[in-house]
């Protein structure tokens, strides 16, 4: 299972396109609604959540946590205790955490990218507490997978499915997209 959090003022194809593209690549995908089951992104686009934040389970099934950024999406990610324990429950057992644009802030906030190569949105860069800055659009260090903004939102959602399952199931899914 992985959990994509979705909460008011999310960057709807910075948490859309990872799901379409998980999906594709035959993984579990639930997204989660922070607060209520349907959600308004940054744009004003209305998306209904799979179940909502009192709803999920944090057990083996977790395979992975998805944090998509927007204003003020990321900040009421980072102030939901749902949110929270779930980055907490992946952490403590290794799983993949992947957050994008502004949402990696959440993660340097708590410490987890503490020693590890990590990108966000210009301007959060010192909320990436411990981190080493990367110069890559979509960077992966261990467990960690943090991207700069919806214009490389394929190739995060691309760099988690392989991460989940391979580069070759990827790379199938990238061909049949058409992405360069």
Known sequence: ????????????IEALAPVDILRRAGLTVQTVGVG?????????????ADVTDAQICLDDALQAVLLPGGQPGTMH?????????????????????????AAPSI?????????????CFPGFEDALQG???SDKPVCRDGNFI???GMGVAVEFGLAVAAALTNEETAQKI???IQCA
């Open 131 to 133: 981190a080493t800055l």
């Open 174 to 176: 990238r061909t049949s």
């Open 77 to 101: 990610l980072e102030g939901a205790q749902t949110v929270q324990r779930a980055l907490d429950f992946a952490a403590q057992r290794g799983l993949l955490i992947a957050a994008i644009c």
């Open 146 to 148: 943090t991207a700069k």
């Open 36 to 48: 209520a089951k349907t959600v308004t992104g940054a744009h004003g686009i209305s998306v209904e």
């Open 1 to 12: 299972m992985i959990y994509v959090f979705l909460a008011d003022g999310f960057e709807e």
């Open 107 to 119: 993660l340097g906030h708590k410490g987890l990218l503490n020693g590890k190569q990590a990108i």
